[in-house]
């Protein structure tokens, strides 16, 4: 498995194409199709890969825009939660379980909060948060009762994984579930300075990157 980042200038969101490189499989899925480009269109095409899967975190726009170009090319199927994104070639997601695409398993779990149709993938040792969770902070929520059930359901699904998983969030840069344990300010309360939370979240970043170039 290959995971390549692209990041849509549009709301400055990240876009995953994960590819099965198995010769006998040679096979690609894309988590959160923000904006279809030339260079992910190549990327597919060049690499010999069949697109048979768009992952979708939540149905905001900045992360589902790119569908309705990769319905006029392919004809994947599309995973989600929401069924105002329900395509001709779609499954709706409900709770937390396990699927088969691109010839890989994954797991995906519910982590309302954020939005209500919130869902993260995981695949191997990586899971991708779309806007649950993103380094060092939590998503953003609209009221008291969404931000306590998002920190909840964060530290029992994700939190829940190996230290060493890591963390492609929706925005940002990656993490690692053990970087979030310890950092991330949004869970851990912690009571620091404006100077001494930056100089903590950096540290986290840089240390997160490192532990992702493993």
Same mark, same amino acid.
């Given at each position: 498995m290959k995971i390549y980042f692209h990041l849509t200038l549009e709301g400055f969101t990240n876009c995953y194409v994960v590819v099965n490189d198995d010769p006998n499989v040679m096979e690609a899925l894309i988590v959160d199709p923000g904006k279809i480009s030339n260079e992910i269109i190549d990327q597919i095409e060049n690499g010999g890969y069949k697109l048979t899967a768009v992952l979708i975190t939540h149905n905001h726009t900045n992360h589902v825009r790119g569908l309705s170009t990769l319905?006029?090319?392919?004809?994947?199927?599309?995973?989600?939660?929401?069924?105002?994104?329900?395509?001709?070639?779609?499954?709706? %997601?409900?709770?937390?379980?396990?699927?088969?695409?691109?010839?890989l398993e994954i797991n995906y779990f519910s982590v309302p909060g954020h939005t209500p149709d919130s869902m993260v993938y995981k695949i191997g040792d990586v899971i991708f948060t779309g806007d649950t969770l993103t380094s060092g902070?939590?998503?953003?929520?609209?009221?008291?009762?969404?931000?306590?059930? %998002?920190?909840?359901?964060?530290?029992?699904?994700?939190?829940?994984?190996?230290?060493?998983?890591?963390?492609?969030?929706?925005?940002?840069?990656?993490?690692?579930? %053990?970087?979030?344990?310890?950092?991330? %300010?949004?869970?851990?309360?912690?009571?620091?300075?404006?100077?001494?939370?930056k100089n903590d979240v950096l540290e986290h970043w840089k240390r997160s990157l490192e532990a992702a170039g493993d």
């Open positions: 319905d006029k090319i392919y004809s994947p199927t599309v995973y989600a939660a929401d069924y105002e994104i329900k395509k001709s070639h779609s499954v709706v %997601l409900h709770g937390d379980g396990t699927f088969t695409a691109a010839g902070i939590i998503g953003e929520t609209t009221s008291q009762y969404s931000r306590k059930m %998002l920190s909840s359901k964060i530290q029992e699904k994700i939190f829940s994984q190996t230290d060493r998983t890591v963390i492609m969030p929706g925005h940002g840069p990656p993490t690692t579930v %053990l970087a979030e344990k310890q950092f991330n %300010l949004d869970i851990t309360g912690t009571n620091l300075s404006a100077t001494a939370q």
